[in-house]
């Protein structure tokens, strides 16, 4: 029927978006794990009274990492917001055509119904 085709054109997209992005974030759980405990070596290793070089490769290292993961944190808002609006558009364009299918109907119908 004409509302059953309508369900899998309004959700079809938001549906795969929404797996899209879950395999996305799916990986996201290992990189904050590893800066969590790069955080922690870090602090081991400047709780030592020796080893300066090392102190200072660790507070490099993490700040290159953590630079690096809110690089693509950004990127994901980025992305996920254009991808977000586009979906919903799309959406509201395909409630716009039903509508006026069903407006159309509704008026042959009427039209029918004043010729009797």
Known sequence: ????????????????????????????????????????????????????????????????????VETEQKLFKQELGVDMTRVGQRFLEEQLNFHQQVAERLDRLYVECTDM
């Open 1 to 68: 029927s004409m509302w059953d085709k309508q369900v899998t054109k309004d959700w079809e997209p938001v549906n795969h978006s929404m797996h899209d992005y879950k395999g996305i974030t799916d990986g996201w759980n290992v990189i904050l794990s590893l800066y969590g405990k790069m955080k922690e070596k870090q602090t081991e290793i400047l709780n030592l009274d020796e080893h300066e070089n090392e102190k200072d490769s660790a507070i490099a290292r993490l700040s290159t990492y953590r630079i690096a």
